[in-house]
């Protein structure tokens, strides 16, 4: 995989008045990965991907793709880009074919490619079935893949999807995560922005979280996650249930009041959080085993992407001050990967 | 029933534009009554200036509700169910029937609040004397309090009936146009001729009585057209056919709620090319294959503009089965005004029969180029279709003259089946050809300005539903209100005057150039010619620049 970049922003800023949508945004990527965009609703990612397409002015910064500077080189960008918006744009009254040889004429894509092109988009994206359906009769997840292929016809070489699972079901939301990593092996990149966490950490190389307008956390998921992780999800599974009052009692004992211990006696299991490295749980669980507890699991809850973005945004009964800054993460070594030095 | 009522009229009422309708709507009564009003120490005892002003106030009441009317009952249950609210609407305890009338009372309750706000100006006229309160005051309110709740029920029907807010208000207009001038039609051909005193006649009378303006004729004072009527049988004549027609429009809209709406299948997209050997045969052959709806289109060719093809494929009539149908009808009916002008009134000559189908011409350009054309960009922004037109490299300039080329192309070809009419007439009377040349002339610039003064007022709204009611309203206001200050010609208005005002009409420009009675005396062209050509280089200056600034980053 060559490691050229094909985005880059630099203090993207974009002001509403008093209202700053996006704040100094800095974020790149390299040819055929893809890149997940979350935060919570409003947070600055369609405005952000609003500028990087053309369609809003940024008040501040630059953003470049493929060396085209987004908001100034337009006619580029929009050969370069394939924006799939979070709405579908329909026409009344069109055969998908139709709606689908109408973009592909605005592209100037030649007359005699252009019937193989919508062929093998529609083929690539499982659609070809709806081509002589009516664009307004097709359900949500139909509408997606018309999008989709929409937007591939002009062969960009970076799409940006806005929320492309959304309304999908889990068959179709497979087989769009099937199309999308398809796409980024042929060396498409890719920014897609998505609620659904599980479904982007799945996909996604790199992950960037926004929250009100300013950049939270930019790396891959792993260095995200090594990140945020300020305390740490422990399980103790007991072997009766007789023990677990004086497991709890142990491990209040030795990490305070900080640890927020639940216990179910039912299942004679006990959760508790701790920021204790690994000799520090050693310890912890020698000191369980001399009290006569007798474990028979002793693990951590590895993080997803979900607790990592509530981590960073706050959301987790966490301060939003607790959130780590772009700048934590940076200093954090990253081989090999994307985002090092944003 | 009340809370749908509620929530319709305040929907109305707290709107920016329903203030301007009001404040406008009261400002150009008190202008109207204020012209006339004694400023001399003079008393009119004939109540002749009450009588010119009452003529003016009543025909433009008359206008004014049938043009706002429909615009609000139309689009009404069309947009619930676009928003996805019918389905909240029809889940709930309220009976279709009580929705239906929630919604009519509401629509009627705003034109009524339009129609109060006339009262001191209708006050006015009948202090100044020469007015009967009963006879004409108040069977003018009563046919148009009967006209707002037949309208009403009429938009209403439409609006169950439809799939898009523009195509509504397309559809409520023409069956209203139909309802108040289309059903004169009949009795108006056989007057005088053979016809008069046959069973037909009678029945052409019924359908007159549908329309609201024989009655209003009679009430402002305009009895002559009808010798022999009074205004009381004709108010009550049309009084039963609206009530009819109401009860007929509500009981079909409230058994359309009432019958699952949402109930409808997906379109199964199925194309001829995949049936069988038979049937694609037998299609190919009814439908001259060309004119096959199911067909499966070609590729866009390098030579034409993307947009113009995306447009007149998403568009019902602008497939070419839909047209050729469109074309076809206004052949047969302008060959049929011709052939009925001639031999059924025998009092017509070539003047009257020119008048008909200048009329006919210009109407059709009326109701046809706003839709054609008002939507043109506010459907994109609607439909959210822009974002994506944006995101293709089209250039502004492509993407308006695609759209343009769009509704131009079918108008023309709409005109275009009207012009064997005029051959037919010049075969008659060959010294007309300097007159037809005129009126063709006057008609392709006024089908150029009602095109881009629709997509160019159109372009300044983001519904579409506003942008059609717009649309229709501006080019009303010139191809009809206009004749308002020419019924008031001679007295309160001086000729000069009139002529001014009638400069930009191309219906006044065509029936002084045919030498119609009431307009020989006006010399509007080649005034007229040079009016409409200005409209329609600043509405397309207007459009090109709204498109730019809309392609613009924010």
Redesign the interface.
């Known amino acids: 995989m060559s490691s050229e970049l094909v985005l880059s922003t630099s203090d993207l800023t974009k002001v509403y008045g008093t209202f700053t949508a996006l704040d100094g945004l800095s974020i790149s990527l390299e040819r055929g990965r893809i890149l997940g965009f979350i935060g919570p609703n409003g947070a600055g990612k369609t405005t952000t991907i609003k500028i990087l397409?053309?369609?809003?002015?940024a008040t501040r910064g630059n953003a470049s793709i493929c060396g085209a500077v987004c908001?100034q080189d337009?006619?580029r960008i929009?050969?370069l880009?394939g924006?799939m918006?979070d709405?579908?744009?329909?026409?009344?009254?069109?055969?998908v074919?139709?709606y689908l040889?109408?973009?592909?004429?605005?592209?100037?894509i030649?007359?005699r490619d252009?019937?193989r092109r919508i062929d093998a988009c529609l083929e690539l994206t499982g659609a070809a079935r709806m081509k002589?359906?009516?664009v307004e009769?097709l359900s949500h997840g139909m509408k997606q893949r018309v999008a989709l292929t929409?937007t591939l016809l002009h062969e960009p070489q970076m799409l940006i999807l806005d929320e492309p699972a959304n309304g999908l079901d889990p068959q179709a939301r497979v087989e769009m995560r099937q199309v999308l990593l398809e796409l980024a092996r042929r060396g498409t990149s890719l920014i897609v922005t998505s609620h659904i966490l599980p479904e982007l950490a799945r996909i996604c190389d790199t992950v960037a979280i926004i929250t009100g307008g300013k950049l939270r956390a930019f790396g891959s998921l792993d260095q995200i996650m090594r990140t945020v992780r300020h305390s740490r999800i422990l399980e103790v599974v007991l072997a009766d249930r007789a023990g677990v009052s004086q497991a709890a009692t142990v491990i209040a004992r030795e990490l305070g009041n900080q640890a927020a211990i639940s216990q179910s006696e039912a299942s004679a299991e006990l959760r508790f959080t701790t920021d204790r490295d690994d000799s520090g749980l050693s310890a912890l669980l020698a000191r369980l085993l001399d009290a006569g507890v007798r474990v028979a699991q002793f693990r951590e809850i590895p993080m997803d992407l979900e607790d990592a973005f509530l981590s960073v945004t706050g959301q987790s009964g966490a301060k939003p001050s607790d959130a780590p800054s772009v700048t934590q993460i940076a200093r954090e070594p990253q081989p090999g990967r994307v985002g090092a030095g944003a | 029933m009340i809370p749908i009522m509620a929530r319709e009229l305040t929907a109305m009422l707290r709107s920016w534009r329903a203030v301007a309708l009001q404040i406008g709507f009261l400002a150009c009564l008190g202008a109207l009554v204020l012209l006339r009003w004694p400023s001399e120490a003079r008393v009119d005892v004939g109540g002749v200036a009450s009588r010119q002003v009452f003529r003016i106030f009543g025909y433009g009441l008359l206008i004014g509700l049938m043009l706002v009317t429909p615009a609000f009952p139309a689009t009404t249950i069309v947009r619930e169910r676009l928003q996805g609210t019918l389905a909240l609407l029809l889940n709930s305890p309220i009976r279709p029937f009580s929705i239906v009338l929630g919604k009519l009372v509401g629509s009627v309750g705003f034109v009524l609040v339009l129609l109060v706000l006339s009262f001191p100006a209708a006050a006015a006229c009948f202090a100044m004397g020469g007015i009967g309160l009963t006879s004409q005051l108040g069977a003018l309110f009563l046919v148009l309090v009967v006209l707002a709740i037949e309208y009403a029920a009429v938009g209403l029907l439409v609006s169950s009936l439809v799939?898009?807010t523009d195509s509504a208000l397309r559809v409520t207009y023409a069956a209203i146009l139909a309802l108040a001038f289309g059903s004169l039609a009949p009795s108006v051909l056989m007057n005088g001729s053979g016809w008069a005193d046959s069973p037909f006649h009678a029945g052409a009378q019924l359908v007159g009585a549908l329309s609201p303006l024989p009655p209003a004729m009679f009430a402002v004072g305009d009895t002559g057209f009808l010798p022999g009527e009074s205004a009381g049988p004709l108010v009550l004549r049309f009084t039963i056919g609206a009530a009819i027609v109401s009860l007929l429009c509500i009981a079909i809209t409230t058994l359309r709620l009432s019958s699952r709406p949402m109930d409808r299948a997906?379109?199964?997209?199925?194309?001829t090319d995949?049936r069988s050997p038979r049937a694609r045969f037998v299609r190919r052959i009814l439908y001259l294959w060309f004119f096959d709806p199911q067909r499966?289109?070609g590729?866009?060719?390098?030579w034409?503009n993307?947009?113009m093809?995306?447009e007149q494929?998403?568009?019902?009539l602008g497939?070419a089965n839909w047209m050729m149908r469109l074309i076809g009808t206004y052949f047969v009916l302008s060959l049929l005004l011709v052939l009925g002008a001639t031999t059924l009134s025998q009092s017509a000559g070539v003047t009257g029969v020119l008048s008909a189908i200048a009329v006919m011409q210009v109407s059709l350009i009326v109701l046809l180029a706003p839709s054609l054309a008002s939507g043109l960009i506010s459907s994109e922004r609607e439909?959210?279709?822009w974002?994506?037109?944006?995101?293709?490299?089209?250039s502004a300039a492509t993407i308006v003259t695609g759209k343009l080329l769009s509704a131009l192309f079918p108008l023309a070809f709409v005109m275009l089946a009207t012009l064997p009419a005029y051959i037919a007439l010049l075969a008659l009377d060959p010294s007309q050809l300097r007159t037809a040349l005129s009126i063709q002339i006057t008609l392709i610039i006024f089908a150029f300005m009602a095109v881009l003064l629709s997509a160019g007022v159109g372009s300044l709204f983001r519904q579409t539903a506003g942008a059609t009611a717009v649309a229709y309203s501006v080019i009303a206001a010139i191809c009809v209100g206009t004749l308002f200050i020419w019924l008031g010609r001679d007295a309160p208005f001086t000729q000069q005057f009139v002529e001014r005002v009638l400069t930009p009409n191309p219906l006044a420009t065509m029936l002084s150039i045919i030498g119609t009675p009431g307009f020989a005396d006006y010399r509007l062209i080649p005034a007229n010619w040079y009016v409409m050509a200005a409209i329609t280089v600043s509405s397309g200056t207007l459009l090109l620049l709204q498109v730019a600034k809309l392609g613009r980053?924010?």
């Open positions: 397409v053309g369609l809003v002015k908001g337009t006619a929009k050969r880009v924006y918006p709405v579908f744009g329909s026409y009344d009254n069109m055969r074919f139709e040889d109408f973009f592909g004429a605005a592209f100037g030649p007359r252009r019937k002589d359906l009516f009769s929409r | 799939r898009s997906r379109d199964a997209g199925r194309i995949d499966r289109s590729l866009i060719a390098p034409q993307p947009v093809v995306k494929r998403c568009r019902p497939r439909s959210k279709g974002q994506l037109l944006q995101m293709t490299p089209l980053p924010r």
